[in-house]
């Protein structure tokens, strides 16, 4: 794709659809890499090849609860007396072949032995010395069958799968040692501007304010599943800046660049990445809050660019950031933004000529668009769980209305 210089970026312009900007990202965000890792390691990481069992499971015919394993054909002739030869135990081997007229005492999860059929449990027999007597009505086999949880050679979680708690403990009963999992994408942060300061430090100055961003974004990117490689907090200069984005970019797969977004006489950030050789593949987005945002391309790394303003740099991570690295790190970036439909339980006001993504919250059963919407307003995004999709020159809604929502 061509580069798009600053001179053919007119501030004002903001032609380009979300959909269409999100196409962009999609078709950008490809995975990194592979790696493989120690099972112990992999919670949380995404498959790049498929785990495939190793062994059976389980491993033979085994107990399904406490009981005495019998012969089959001992119980159609109506046998209802046994002798006790041999207890075993999981993880012990199986006992030998067993002999019409005797049992097996057998443990929840213990090998079957040869010939067995079924397990009468303890609580139908009445033991006496090394004889039990069966006194109660028969139910089911109590036999798990080797392999009727899964066989050798079954694929049991597909590529792209999420190693969450529940997808370790299936490749672990695989037997599997290693995982071939996508690599995380590293990913720096820069953050511009005169007027920020850390966290702590606002109270000393008269004009100054916090960097509530970087903190709050790095979080982010741990939670889709980007690798935090450095961060920086910087004055609007644009030798500095750049310096710092050539440097970040070095030790990185993507760079998010908070603030300087634009156009205006101070926001240094692009220019800064264009003498990089920034390769702009979009500019300005007609939604609102994030009109600002761009993403490009310095040779294989990603830069994205937030707007500075809290709600509209949040708004346009969910919408642009999530499935960025949701790309790079092997789920596809539609992993990173899932719509649901869901009812209104307050009215919805009529909204402008820009597609909106507003702050809300479940509220009644429903989702409350909350009354205020700026692009800096920071209390809001406290009360906020999700973000309401409104199409440009929407009408207004009534309760009970469906509206598209995401998880913020």
Request: charged letters at 20%; glycine letters at 10%.
């Amino acid at each position: 794709m061509a580069r798009a210089s600053l001179a053919e970026l007119s501030p004002c312009d903001a032609s380009l659809t979300f959909d269409a900007a999100l196409a962009i990202i999609a078709a950008e965000a490809q995975p990194i890499g592979v790696e493989h890792l120690p099972i112990a390691r992999g919670g949380r990481r995404v498959l790049a090849e498929p785990v495939i069992a190793r062994i059976d499971a389980p491993r033979a015919d085994v107990a399904a609860m406490d009981g005495y394993a019998v012969r089959g054909d001992d119980l159609e002739d109506g046998r209802t007396r046994f002798e006790v030869v041999a207890r075993s135990y999981a993880g012990d081997a199986a006992s030998p072949p067993l002999e019409r007229g005797r049992a097996v005492y057998v443990a929840t999860g213990a090998a079957l032995p040869a010939a067995a059929a079924e397990i009468l449990p303890w609580e139908i027999v009445a033991a006496t010395g090394n004889h039990i007597v069966l006194r109660g009505l028969r139910g089911r086999r109590h036999v798990r069958e080797r392999g009727s949880d899964f066989r050798r050679g079954d694929i049991l979680l597909p590529a792209g799968s999420t190693m969450d708690p529940r997808a370790l403990a299936v490749a672990t009963a695989a037997d599997a040692a290693t995982l071939a999992v996508w690599q995380r994408p590293a990913v720096a942060l820069i953050a511009t501007g005169n007027e920020l300061v850390a966290p702590g430090l606002a109270r000393t100055t008269a004009s100054q304010v916090p960097d509530s961003l970087s903190d709050a974004l790095e979080l982010f990117i741990r939670q889709w599943g980007g690798r935090p490689t450095s961060r920086a907090l910087l004055a609007d200069d644009p030798v500095v800046i750049g310096n710092a984005a050539a440097e970040a970019l070095a030790g990185s797969n993507l760079l998010v660049m908070v603030g300087g977004a634009s156009l205006g006489e101070r926001d240094f950030a692009r220019a800064a990445l264009d003498r990089l050789g920034l390769e702009i593949r979009f500019a300005k987005v007609a939604i609102k809050p994030g009109k600002p945002v761009w993403y490009g391309r310095v040779g294989d790394r990603h830069v994205l660019g937030l707007p500075g303003n809290p709600t509209a740099a949040l708004t346009t991570a969910r919408l642009f950031l999530a499935p960025l690295l949701a790309g790079l790190g092997g789920r596809g970036a539609a992993a990173g933004l899932r719509w649901s439909n869901l009812p209104l339980s307050h009215p919805a006001l009529a909204n402008g000529d820009r597609e909106a993504f507003l702050c809300a919250a479940h509220c009644d059963g429903g989702i409350r668009i909350l009354d205020r919407q700026s692009a800096s307003s920071q209390v809001a995004l406290a009360q906020t769980d999700v973000l309401v999709r409104r199409p440009a020159a929407a009408p207004a809604l009534a309760v009970g209305d469906l509206v598209p929502v995401v998880q913020f």
